[in-house]
């Protein structure tokens, strides 16, 4: 039997090891990006995080999630139920995959979250929450890590931007700093989805006046970066948009007078045919290519982004002139906004604060941006580089591209499927529209855009899951570990105490049992002596009663 003092021997052995050893666990995360035509799951892992002191205080140091593989992807969204079950399938592959990879404990220690974008966001308040709904008791009985309902959730528009600016620092290696709000060469992010479009960059000047979002990674990062998402603007919603403005122009009886049976799209390739039904109605045009990028951008693109609307975001002027309408209101509402005054001027967003739709942006000229998702498809297929190409080349090569007819427009691209292709010289004209006219890049500085080589090269989950990662409460889904010492030894003086301190337990242990058996023992001998003495006097005495 080992005795207390071998105990303390033992136990003393142990914290030395621990203080000395690491811990090399890690900690699991998976993010589900619900996106508007589809979901992705994404498994990630990072060494636990280390503290030095109160697990309460952020480390000093970023957890750096790193992919465990290749993303699980399924179609539909999430905004029908076949989305749904497609989802449980492949959250159930994920499951699998982390089981063969980690242990058959593992999910239950991960934790999962979903965040659904645009696709959820167009929904009706009803039909979204009861999607969700479905979406969370699924993830409940996955058998992952699910204890909150805010783990499946719509993110915001600025959300979905910041993680992507996040992940795009990240991935060009771009979140250093040297104290809070001094992070310098960052890139801003131009993300293009299915049914939104973000922006988000740090401007030159800090003053953020809106749309500013404040960007918090554990103890490491700290900084306000302008973001703005514009929802109905991503690539699907633009172009279903731009065809709807082309039939609309030609209907001016609606919905009293029937439907046109045809018109014509300069953003569409010359023989090409699309249909258009409306969903009021019920009727159908059928929409003619004309192939022009100069009229589909100057045209159908400007009257979306419409750059006349008004903008208040602007500097006060010396003399503030009198309130005028952008559209052309009746005359009793024009006479009436006439007589109010102003803070600013109705301008085009060009002369000073705001982007297109009246929206307040920072300048972004002579920023660096990187576009990716949705933009990279009509930049790639026309053969532009991921860096140091300008837009006005790209402008050059799209003009060119436009004037093509479907059908030479198929022989040249076979490799691009004809359902993605028909849609190209829109999405090249969008571009122009949204990059030079909307934002305000330079179109002739070949430092001012890099374009993802494809559209899964950059994207907002691996930036969710670095926030998460380094955010409070430390301790509730990702259990920290305390810094390990490896690298400091123990100091001798430690050792020697620790030792030291073990030998005086284990002499004190020892001058204990000494005592106690020589108590013992003196009872023992008295008796002998008394059964001698009551021998002599004819007594019977048991030597070992008390």
């Not at 093509?404 to 004209?429: H, I, K, M, N, T």
Request: aromatic content about 10%; charged content about 15%; some cysteine.
């Amino acid at each position: 039997m080992m005795s207390a003092g071998s105990l303390f021997v033992v136990f003393a052995a142990g914290l030395l090891a621990s203080a000395a050893g690491a811990d090399t666990d890690r900690s699991y995360g998976a993010v589900i990006d619900a996106g508007s035509s589809g979901s992705r799951v994404y498994i990630y892992s990072w060494p636990k995080r280390e503290f030095e002191g109160d697990e309460f205080l952020p480390p000093q140091n970023l957890s750096v999630p790193v992919a465990e593989t290749t993303s699980f992807k399924c179609t539909p969204g999430v905004d029908s139920p076949a989305g749904v079950a497609e989802l449980t399938r492949i959250v159930e592959e994920a499951r699998k995959f982390l089981v063969s990879e980690a242990s058959a404990s593992e999910p239950a220690r991960t934790a999962i979250f979903l965040k659904a974008t645009a696709g959820l966001r167009v929904l009706p308040p009803k039909q979204r929450s009861e999607q969700l709904q479905s979406v969370r008791q699924m993830l409940r009985a996955s058998g992952f890590l699910f204890r909150s309902e805010s783990q499946a959730r719509v993110i915001s528009g600025e959300e979905e931007g910041v993680f992507g600016w996040i992940t795009v620092n990240y991935m060009l290696g771009r979140l250093n700093y040297t104290l809070p709000g001094t992070l310098q060469g960052s890139y801003g992010a131009l993300d293009l989805g299915g049914a939104s479009t973000q922006i988000t960059f740090k401007p030159s000047d800090p003053d953020i006046l809106e749309n500013s979002y404040s960007v918090r990674l554990g103890g490491v990062i700290t900084e306000s970066v302008y973001t703005h998402s514009f929802l109905y603007f991503g690539a699907n919603e633009a172009i279903a948009r731009a065809d709807a403005a082309s039939v609309f122009a030609s209907w001016p009886g609606y919905p009293s007078l029937p439907a046109p049976a045809s018109v014509s799209s300069p953003c569409r390739f010359t023989g090409s045919t699309a249909n258009y039904t409306d969903p009021a109605t019920g009727a159908t045009t059928t929409i003619s290519g004309s192939g022009s990028l100069a009229s589909c951008r100057g045209d159908v693109v400007a009257s979306l982004l419409n750059k006349a609307a008004l903008c208040l975001t602007v500097p006060k002027p010396s003399r503030a002139p009198a309130l005028r309408a952008a559209a052309s209101p009746g005359p009793r509402r024009a006479a009436a906004l006439g007589a109010v005054p102003s803070p600013a001027p109705a301008i085009n967003a060009s002369a000073a604060g705001c982007s297109f739709q009246g929206v307040y942006q920072p300048p972004a000229a002579g920023l660096r941006l990187v576009a990716f998702s949705g933009f990279t498809f009509a930049w790639a297929t026309l053969g532009m580089p991921e860096q140091g190409g300008t837009l006005e080349e790209f402008r050059s090569r799209a003009d060119a591209f436009c004037a093509l007819s479907w059908e030479d427009a198929q022989r040249r691209y076979p490799a691009v499927p004809a359902r993605f292709l028909a849609g190209y010289c829109f999405s090249a004209a969008y571009t122009l529209g949204l990059l030079v006219d909307g934002y305000g890049l330079d179109p002739r500085d070949p430092s001012a855009l890099r374009v993802a080589p494809s559209a899964d090269t950059y994207g907002w989950a691996l930036g969710s899951i670095l926030y998460e990662a380094n955010s409070l409460p430390f301790s509730v889904l990702f259990p920290p570990t305390r810094k390990p010492q490896a690298a400091e030894p123990v100091p001798l003086y430690v050792v020697s105490a620790l030792l030291a301190a073990a030998i005086l337990i284990a002499l004190a242990l020892a001058a204990r049992l000494y005592r106690t058996s020589s108590a013992v023992r003196k009872p023992l001998i008295a008796s002998r002596a008394d059964s001698v003495d009551s021998r002599d006097r004819g007594e019977t005495i048991n030597p070992i009663s008390p």
